[in-house]
Each structure stands twice: as structure tokens, then as C-alpha cells.
């Protein structure tokens, strides 16, 4: 998306400027010789440490934290987008999913903007997990996996050939990319790369007391606060190229943990009809607002399972370009289910954004289920497909637990 | 613009009737391309079409719209396309106080507000030129979409009350048209946007409804569109047509074709 258009360059992203005439002549000129696919600008920000241009469509993407989902979305996440991940019942893992997004900035160097009602964000920030590095991770998955030695090995399959017709998971490291890394979660990132970090950290009760001058309006104080801070940071830093001191080549990476919760002062998890309801909504419009006139992604958090006016939550959806629903088995009776006794819970993706592009996106595949093997997060395949394709007949089976896909 | 859409609608861009008012609503799918379709159709109609974009931004637009044909950063510079950017715009109201009252002014209100000022943005950017010369056929004003409105805090009744003055000042007054996107919230009871669609259909010469599959997600057959022709100021004795296709979105156009005859499954 050209939000690198937008941002400082002004006019300059009109290449094709035909005011004279725009009745019946078509006013389209060839650019000067930029990156193809592009959009005018990208091709000066395809530098930014951590980033990649998108193949369908040429945006810039920014990777989760976590490969796996990155080739879910499509590549990655959209710089200029929320990434909304509804929790789990008790918070387990989406917690998990929120410290790799931000784990994924360190070690890219882009700048963390963490935002919490709950936990102090530098205590967060101790907690991320450690990442993988190349000549560790051999050992660790050679037990685990047995025939997963090169990804794009075409191996001929004799008796389950239809098998491979079905996309590859990644779930080992791809130790040449510079996009996407992994992360173990049993181990705490090294200090020294937490302290090289830029972060700014907004922690709402000690927000509590600091008075603003805040015209009334309908957001709750928390929300008003947090917008106002993540403004602020975008501005001083220069994130949307209008302040003329700094000129920012950096992506920012905002989380923000639980929002929605009564720990931010609103009351939408707590009665189906509630005073404030349109609070949330609105920051969600807003928060989109910064964040395509800006270079940066954010990870929100929430807990949608409490949410009790479904209006609400389809509302909440529709204002958010990427959502990601965590069904964690823990204390349901899947947990004693044998089809999933490999899994901890099942992943949804439920939205993905259509930008730039005519495209319905739907993710391809539906049932995925994750877990967390000792170390690693990883996502997989299971249950029934159907398939219809143009050269294929209408066909279905049932695939369970494909071990080639690791 | 869908060759395929114009046909199934019997309208061409030099053809179009005027006066109408068309209602796009989405269920359980994404309904945007019908924005894009009518874009770039009364672009190309040479009508002057002011675009309340509340919730993607330009840059997204134009990269589409160059797909289908036209270019919005030309059809702006020349004057023919009134673009509201509600994204960009509402960073700027909302954080720094205007001098003058902004078309999103009640992102600033704390009590339900009224989209008074939004409708005079409406009318003075389609308002006729003065020196009486005709440069464009006719005004049109496309909104997408409504039911984020809603969303922000207005109620339902005043998300009404600025079509039903739009509707005036642009089909009645100037023979103009209006191109509005409500989503259908379908099971999930959001009363505000079902009073929102229904009082919206009723108002509608044209509405044309993008659903999803009821059976699911399919690579090759994105949606089903049904396409229903009114005539609100008639006697409801009087049947009105309907016609139903399913169609598959392709990178610059979209493929209609009647039910259950895809090309994948023949």
C-alpha cells in the first residue's frame, strides 16, 4: 500500500499527471524507473531493515513473529494495518503471539511501542522470547521431524500422490531469510538486545492520574490517552514524514494487550448493553487513521470471547484488517478429543485485508490447529477438506494428521 | 467498470438513468468491488462525483481504479472527482481543533451528533458551477460505506436523515445519483444497521446485493449477487425484478454467470 506514498512525498507520488486532459484521453504516463509492482516510493523504502514488498500487490509487509502465520496472511502483515487477534479463553496464547510480533521488532531493529492495562510494558519486554538462531536449531528438530530435511525437495509420493498437491507448511527455520525468524519460547531474549531497543511504553494506570486537557468527547479516558500518545510517537519520531526535523526510514511496531478489557475503563466486556459502546469502534477508526498515514503495524489484542453484543464484535472486525481467532482446548472437551490430542487449540483466520486489489483474499486453507512443542509454536493442518478447482472434479477426503506437512 | 455488470444492469456509461438512488449491501462477504465498479463507471460517464471515502484510503482507490481504467489523482486535479479521505480527515479533527466546521465534526462530540456538516460538504462540492456552462453531466455521490457510521456513534436515524437530504439535493434537485454501501450484518443483531438497510432499501430504485456462498468459502465462485430493480413511488401491487448471479473476482474484472454454472464445476 502506498502509505509510503503518503508520507512525505506529497505530490511526488502523481507520476502520472495528465491535468490538461482528463476527458477522453487517458492520462496515464509510464513512471520513471522504479521498482516494478510498486508503488512510487516503495522502491526507496524496500531498505527498511525487516520489511518486503508484497508479490501480489506490492505492498510493504512486515513479518508476526511467526513464519507460519506469515504465510497465512499472505506473506506478512501489511505495513499500515491492525492485526486483531481475538484471545484465547485464559490469554495463554495470544500472549504468546503478541511478545513474538514485538520480539520480531527488536531483532529487526524497528522501534516498539508497547501499550498494556495489566502489565508494566518493560516487564513485557523482559519476557520475549529468545530467538533461534540457525546452527541451534538443527539438533532440536532433527528428532522432531523426520522427513522435513529440504523444503522445496519435490519428492515423488508413490501411494498418497494427491498429498502433493496440498500446500507446504513451514514449520522448520529458513536459515537465509532476514524476514520472519523463530523464536523459543522457554528462553528470555539476551538483555543486551532489549536494552539496544527503541521503545516507548504506555502503561494506563500510571496514565491515570496525568491530567490532559481533553475536550470532552465520547471515548473513554483510556482510549483518548492511549490515541494521544501513539500520535505523539508517530509525530516526534516522524513515522508520517510531517515533521520537517526528522525523516524516519523505520517501521513502528505498536501492541497493544487486551484492549476492550475493563482494565482500559470500558465497560464492553462487562453487559450486553453498555453506556459507552461506540468507545472502542471509534478508536478502532482512528487508530486505522494513523496507521495508514504512517509507517507502521499494529498488533491489538482482545478479549473478544467476553464480548457479549455480537453486534459489537462484527463491528470490531469490519474496522480491523487482519483478524486472527485463538481457540485454546484447554478446559473444553476437545482437550480429550483424539483428533486434536497433538494440538493445544485451533487457529482461525477469519479476515484478510483486500488492499490494492480487486481480489477476494480468503485464507486457503481452513482447519488449522496449533501447538506448542516444547520450544516452538508451530501451525498445522487438520481435518476435512473439500476442494474445488478449475481442473479438477469436485473432490473430497479427509486428511488427518499429514506428516509430510511439518 | 465490469463489462459483465453493465450488461446485467442494461446500462452503458453514456446511457445512464438519473435520479436513482442504488443501495450496494454485503453479507457475510466483501461487497467493495461494487464501489470500484461505480467509480470508475460514472467517472468514465463524465458525471462529477463526489467520493466519501470513510474507510480506505486514497492511494487504495486509485490503485484500483487504474486497474479498471481511470485515474483519480486526474479525475481530482481537473475537479471532477470530490474526494473525502474519512481516514485522513479524522486524524485531523480529532486530534487538533478546527477553525471551521470539518465534515467529520462529530468524531469530536460527545453526545450522539448529526452529519449536518457532512451534508453540506456534499452539497457545496456537488453544487452546479455558477457561470451556468456545463462541464459534467450530472452529480453523483457515492458513500462507502454507511455502516461505519454507526460505528462512530451516530445513531441510525441520523445516518437516515443525511441520505434523505442528499437524496434531495442531489436526486431531486440536480437529477444526480447516489451510490451507498450498508453491510448486512445478517445474524449478529445489530439493530442500529438493520433499521439503517431496511429504511435504505425501501428509499432504493436499485439494489444489488453481494452474499457469500451458503455453503462456504470456494475458490472459483466468490458470491452470489442479486440484483433487484424497484420503483419506490409505485403501488407495491406492482411486482419488481430480480435477478440473481454468481460471480468470481478476477485481478481487473469480475465474471457473472447464472447459478451453478461456473466454468470450474461444468
Known amino acids: 500500500m502506498a502509505a509510503a506514498a503518503d508520507c512525505g512525498t506529497g505530490a511526488a507520488s502523481t507520476g502520472s499527471i495528465g491535468a490538461a486532459a482528463c476527458k477522453n484521453v487517458t492520462s496515464f504516463q509510464r513512471k520513471g524507473p522504479r521498482a516494478s509492482g510498486t508503488d512510487s516510493g516503495c522502491s526507496r523504502l524496500v531498505s527498511i531493515a525487516g520489511t518486503r514488498p508484497s508479490v501480489r500487490n506490492g505492498q510493504l509487509l512486515v513479518s508476526t513473529g511467526l513464519p507460519a502465520l506469515d504465510q497465512l496472511l499472505g506473506g506478512g502483515l501489511a505495513v499500515g494495518t491492525v492485526l486483531l487477534i481475538e484471545e484465547d479463553k485464559y490469554n495463554t496464547y495470544s500472549s504468546l503471539l503478541f511478545k513474538f510480533f514485538l520480539a520480531e521488532g527488536i531483532l529487526n531493529g524497528h522501534t516498539l511501542l508497547v501499550a498494556s492495562a495489566k502489565e508494566d510494558p518493560a516487564d513485557i519486554l523482559q519476557e520475549l522470547p529468545a530467538p533461534l538462531l540457525d546452527d541451534n536449531c538443527k539438533k532440536d528438530f532433527d528428532e522432531d521431524v523426520c522427513n522435513h530435511k529440504t523444503p522445496d525437495s519435490n519428492i515423488k509420493m508413490k501411494i498418497a500422490w494427491r498429498y502433493q498437491l496440498l500446500p507446504k507448511m513451514e514449520s522448520g527455520p529458513v536459515s537465509s531469510s532476514r524476514f520472519g525468524h523463530y523464536y523459543d519460547a522457554s528462553k528470555r531474549m539476551p538483555q543486551e538486545l532489549i536494552e539496544e531497543s527503541k521503545w516507548h511504553g504506555f502503561f494506563f494506570p500510571e496514565k491515570l492520574s496525568s491530567t490532559l486537557t481533553i475536550e470532552p468527547c465520547s471515548l473513554t479516558g483510556g482510549y483518548r490517552k492511549l490515541l494521544q500518545f501513539i500520535q505523539n510517537v508517530i509525530y516526534e519520531e516522524g513515522f508520517d514524514g510531517s515533521n520537517p526535523q526528522k525523516k524516519q526510514k523505520n517501521i513502528l511496531r505498536i501492541g497493544i494487550q487486551n484492549l476492550g478489557s475493563p482494565l482500559w475503563g470500558d465497560d464492553i466486556c462487562c453487559t450486553e448493553n453498555c453506556d459507552n459502546s461506540h468507545s472502542l469502534t471509534k478508536f478502532l477508526y482512528v487508530l486505522r487513521g494513523l496507521l495508514r498515514t504512517s509507517l507502521s503495524a499494529c498488533i491489538i489484542t482482545m478479549p473478544t470471547h467476553l464480548i457479549q453484543n455480537k453486534a459489537v464484535i462484527t463491528r470490531v472486525t469490519n474496522l480491523s484488517d487482519t483478524v486472527v481467532g485463538l481457540e485454546s482446548f484447554i478446559g473444553s472437551e476437545r482437550e480429550t478429543n483424539p483428533l486434536y490430542k497433538d494440538y493445544h487449540g485451533l487457529i482461525h483466520i477469519r479476515q484478510i485485508p483486500q488492499l490494492n486489489n480487486l481480489i477476494y483474499d480468503v485464507s486457503d486453507v481452513k482447519d488449522l490447529a496449533f501447538k506448542l512443542k516444547r520450544k516452538l509454536f508451530t501451525i498445522e493442518n487438520t481435518g476435512l477438506q473439500y476442494r474445488v478447482s478449475s481442473h479438477q472434479k469436485l473432490s473430497h477426503r479427509r486428511t488427518e494428521k499429514p506428516l509430510f506437512i511439518k | ?266
Not at chain 2, 461505480?38 to 480506505?56: G, I, P, T
Open chain 2, 1 to 266: 467498470m465490469f463489462p459483465e455488470l453493465n450488461n446485467l444492469l442494461n446500462t452503458a456509461p453514456d446511457r445512464a438513468e438519473q435520479g436513482k438512488l442504488t443501495l450496494l449491501c454485503d453479507a457475510k462477504t466483501d461487497g467493495s468491488f461494487l464501489v470500484h465498479h461505480f467509480l470508475s463507471f460514472y467517472l468514465k460517464a463524465n458525471c462529477k462525483v463526489c467520493f466519501v471515502a470513510l474507510v480506505q484510503s486514497f492511494s487504495h482507490y486509485n490503485i484500483v481504479g487504474r486497474k479498471l481504467g481511470v485515474s483519480l489523482t486526474a479525475a481530482r486535479e481537473c475537479g471532477q472527482l470530490v474526494f473525502l479521505e474519512g481516514l485522513k480527515s479524522s486524524v485531523d479533527v480529532f486530534f487538533r481543533a478546527q477553525a471551521e466546521p470539518h465534515p467529520l465534526q462529530f468524531l469530536r462530540e460527545a453526545n450522539v451528533g448529526n452529519l449536518q456538516p457532512l451534508y453540506e460538504f456534499v452539497r457545496e462540492a456537488l453544487k452546479p458551477m455558477e457561470d451556468g456552462q456545463a462541464a459534467w453531466r450530472y452529480p453523483v455521490l457515492l458513500v462507502d460505506d454507511l455502516s461505519v457510521l454507526l460505528s462512530l456513534g451516530l445513531g441510525a436515524v441520523a445516518v437516515l436523515d443525511f441520505m434523505h437530504y442528499c437524496r434531495v439535493a442531489v436526486c431531486w434537485e440536480q437529477k444526480g445519483n447516489i451510490v451507498a454501501l450498508v453491510h448486512d450484518s445478517g445474524d449478529a443483531e445489530d439493530e442500529e444497521n438493520d433499521i439503517l438497510l431496511n429504511g435504505l432499501s425501501h428509499q432504493s430504485h436499485l439494489i444489488l446485493r453481494a452474499e457469500g456462498l451458503a455453503t462456504g468459502f470456494c475458490r472459483d465462485v466468490h458470491g452470489q449477487l442479486r440484483i433487484l430493480w424497484r420503483t419506490p413511488s409505485q403501488p407495491a401491487a406492482q411486482r419488481d425484478r430480480s435477478l440473481t448471479y454468481q460471480y468470481k473476482i478476477q485481478d481487473k474484472s469480475v465474471s457473472f454467470f447464472a447459478k451453478g454454472m461456473s466454468p470450474a464445476v461444468l
